[in-house]
Nanobody, 115 residues
Framework: QVQLAESGGGLVQPGGSLRLSCAAS????????MSWYRQAPGTQRLLVAR???????FYVDSVDGRFTISRDNARNTVNLQMNSLKPEDTAVYYC?????????WGQGTQVTVSS
C-alpha cells in the first residue's frame, strides 16, 4: 500500500519559515519524481516545486529563491524548506509522487501565513 505522509505545516508570521516533509512508503522512492503542490480556498491545485530522480529541481516563479526542495532517498523523504513566507503562500500543501503512469497524492498539510 502506497502512503505519502506530509508533516510540518502550521501557522507562521509573514517573513517566517517552515519546513514541510513528506515520508513515502510502498514505492521505489528513488525512481520517482517528487513534487509539492498547493491549493488555496476556491482555487485549483498548482505545482510549487519538483525534484526528479536525478535531483534536478524546478520552482514556479512565485517561490523561486524562497523555497528549496530536497530529497533523501535513504529515508524516502522529500522536504520543502519555505523561507520569507508571505500571506499569499497560505494553502494546503500536497506531496505528489509520479513515475511513468503511476501517480500518488498525500493528504495535505495546512500552511497559514498570518500576523
Amino acid at each position: 500500500q502506497v502512503q505519502l505522509a506530509e508533516s510540518g505545516g502550521g501557522l507562521v508570521q509573514p517573513g517566517g519559515s517552515l519546513r514541510l516533509s513528506c515520508a513515502a512508503s510502498g514505492i521505489n522512492f528513488r525512481l520517482y519524481t517528487m513534487s509539492w503542490y498547493r491549493q488555496a480556498p476556491g482555487t485549483q491545485r498548482l505545482l510549487v516545486a519538483r525534484i526528479d530522480s536525478g535531483n534536478i529541481t524546478f520552482y514556479v516563479d512565485s517561490v523561486d529563491g524562497r523555497f528549496t526542495i530536497s530529497r533523501d532517498n535513504a529515508r524516502n523523504t522529500v522536504n520543502l524548506q519555505m523561507n520569507s513566507l508571505k500571506p499569499e503562500d497560505t494553502a494546503v500543501y500536497y506531496c505528489f509522487a509520479n513515475f511513468v503512469a503511476a501517480t500518488y497524492w498525500g493528504q495535505g498539510t495546512q500552511v497559514t501565513v498570518s500576523s
